[in-house]
Structure formats: structure tokens, C-alpha cells
């Protein structure tokens, strides 16, 4: 008897048929764990960018501001002679933010208290900062 190797056309055809209908039925929802992601990813990276705003005027003993540009998604940090640029992740934009900024004073405490929104496709995220200068991160 000869022994045969491999596969046959039929069973490749319905290997890719099975193959099809998986990556049909996941893909939806590994999309929507990429949006979830960038929106996260934005958050982080303003409240990473807010912490460090504080901690510097902290050390340097000077008040710091952290400004938003709802047009562009880029937001800065400004201190008396230095400006830090930002960008937020694709497809991830401000919603409300505070009009004149975030302001840290030398002690911490962040002045007004405020929050940022930012949005991506149909879900957003909420960046607090309260009066003594804690920030964390909520859903609206």
C-alpha cells in the first residue's frame, strides 16, 4: 500500500471555512479592544502629563500650568520659561476641558479644581484633579 502525505482540497477548503467564520466573529470585538485602548492610553498619558506638571512645581518651587487645545488634541505644560508639547493618541480628542488650563502651585494644590474629558468614537474617559492636587482617572 502507498502512503499518502498531505492534505486534500476538500479538507483545506473547510479548514479556511472554519478559519473564516472565527476571524469573523472575533474581529468585532478586537476592534473594539483597540478603541478601548487608545482611549485608556490618552487618559494615562494626561494624568501622567498633570502628575508631572505637579511635581515640578513642587521641586522648583513655582506655579506650573497645563493648557488644552481642544481643536488639535495637543495640550502643554508652561512654566515661567519652558513650554512641554503634547499629542493625544489617533482618533482620541478632548471633550471639556478647563478654559484657562490647570494651575499647580508650588504646594501642590491645583487651582481651579477641574476635570479633562476625553472621547474616542462612542466612549470617553474623565481626568480629575481636585483642590489638593490629587488626579485620577474615572469614567464620566
Known amino acids: 500500500m502507498e502512503n499518502k502525505r498531505g492534505f486534500s482540497v476538500v479538507e483545506l477548503m ?6 473564516a467564520i472565527l ?4 474581529a468585532p470585538s478586537v476592534w473594539a479592544l483597540f478603541r478601548s485602548y487608545r482611549l485608556e492610553s490618552g487618559a494615562r498619558e ?3 502629563a498633570l502628575q508631572q506638571a ?3 512645581a513642587i521641586t522648583q ?3 506650573v500650568r ?4 481642544t481643536g488639535s488634541g495637543g495640550y502643554r505644560l508652561e512654566t515661567g520659561e519652558s513650554v512641554v508639547m503634547y499629542e493625544l493618541p489617533p482618533r482620541v480628542r478632548f ?3 478647563p478654559a484657562q488650563g ?6 501642590g494644590n491645583a487651582a481651579p479644581a477641574g476635570s479633562v474629558v476625553l472621547w474616542s468614537e462612542d466612549r470617553a474617559r474623565k481626568v480629575v484633579v481636585s483642590i489638593s492636587g490629587r488626579i485620577r482617572i474615572t469614567d464620566p
Open 61 to 63: 518651587n513655582l506655579s
Open 46 to 48: 494626561v494624568a501622567g
Open 95 to 97: 471633550g471639556a476641558v
Open 102 to 107: 490647570i494651575f499647580f502651585h508650588s504646594r
Open 66 to 69: 497645563v493648557r488644552f487645545k
Open 23 to 26: 476571524l469573523s466573529v472575533a
Open 14 to 19: 473547510v479548514v479556511m471555512a472554519v478559519s
Open 54 to 56: 505637579r511635581a515640578q
